[in-house]
């Protein structure tokens, strides 16, 4: 095979090659995409406006928000215009950006999932402490750290896996996907990429077992609360958190449950858009249908710009 060490462009996987499919995919991913935009961006809007939401765990929240916003933005967008424009070509330096991306704020997703679960402990099995723990300052090391992690994440699997040589430049996903651009390496260095996957899922393994052994302690906890209004209390803190975990982890054993396999099929496909696209079109409409204090700040907000309407 060539040596495609030098080429310029990948071709990506299409969703169909008749036309009246692409308009009908690039439509269904245009409202899902601006769903998903819609959503996380009222709930940073939100959180930012009504200081009664300016605590750790809405804080926290607002960066998941910015990183779904994000998540989405790396390949949705680029799919929709492969099927509204017909063209399946990637650039090398837009391929890279998309792996440097995602995996950023996949971890990033991943990282803030763990910190409110730690968020959450603290709050219902130590409150005493609550304040002194998650303070201002600490909630702030905490992003910064996801950020630092993620970055240096990103840079690795990218730098890593572009690091070896192509043989081909045909990916058979609709996204620069690091295990289907593995396949079209020539060389053994692939390996070293796959090594730093094995170790990375394992991360996120560990992340997992943490956010369920926590989750574990605060059940116990909230059963140990004597009045049936304190528990519903301490649960309704915790369960939008919990179903966003809850769908994190069911999309991301929905993806990787599969073993790969060489030639593209429609469950691959169909496999990876539940994972990257359903999370964060998710998360803020799960926050705000079962968060309270969202929905009255979303209140607010729709009420104050309605007066100042009636002002003018």
């Not at 940073?44 to 809405?58: F, Q």
């Not at 997703?109 to 303070?135: F, G, K, S």
Request: aromatic share 14%; glycine share 4%; net charge positive.
């Amino acid at each position: 095979m060539s040596n495609l060490t030098s080429m310029s462009t990948f071709l990506l996987l299409g969703f169909s090659d008749i036309r009246e499919l692409q308009i009908l995919h690039f439509f269904v991913f245009l409202v899902l995409y601006l769903m998903a935009i819609m959503g996380n961006f009222l709930i940073i809007v939100v959180v930012v406006c009504d200081h009664h939401l300016h605590t750790p765990m809405y804080f926290f929240l607002m960066n998941l928000a910015m990183m779904d916003l994000g998540t989405i933005s790396v390949m949705v967008p680029k799919s929709m215009a492969v099927s509204l424009l017909n063209s399946r070509f990637m650039s090398y330096s837009g391929c890279i950006a998309q792996v440097f991306f995602s995996y950023f704020f996949g971890t990033s997703d991943l990282a803030l999932l763990t910190i409110m679960a730690h968020d959450r402990y603290v709050a219902i099995c130590n409150p005493l402490q609550y304040e002194l723990i998650m303070n201002r300052g600490a909630c702030m090391r905490m992003v910064a750290i996801v950020w630092i992690i993620s970055l240096l994440n990103a840079t690795l699997h990218a730098g890593c896996t572009f690091a070896n040589t192509f043989c081909s430049n045909a990916v058979n996903q609709f996204f620069c996907e690091i295990p289907r651009l593995l396949k079209l390496s020539c060389t053994d260095f692939y390996l070293v990429e796959v090594g730093f996957l094995v170790l990375g899922w394992s991360i996120g393994l560990g992340c997992f077992i943490f956010i369920i052994i926590t989750y574990v302690q605060i059940f116990s906890t909230v059963r140990r609360i004597p009045s049936v209004h304190g528990q519903k209390k301490a649960l309704s803190t915790c369960l939008p958190h919990l179903m966003v975990v809850s769908v994190f982890m069911f999309t991301g054993v929905f993806a990787y449950a599969k073993p790969p396999t060489d030639a593209a099929s429609n469950v691959d496909i169909a496999f990876a858009v539940v994972y990257t696209i359903i999370p964060p079109t998710l998360n803020p409409f799960i926050y705000s249908m079962r968060n309270k204090e969202i929905k009255i700040a979303m209140w607010k907000l729709l009420d104050y710009r309605h007066s100042s309407k009636n002002i003018f």
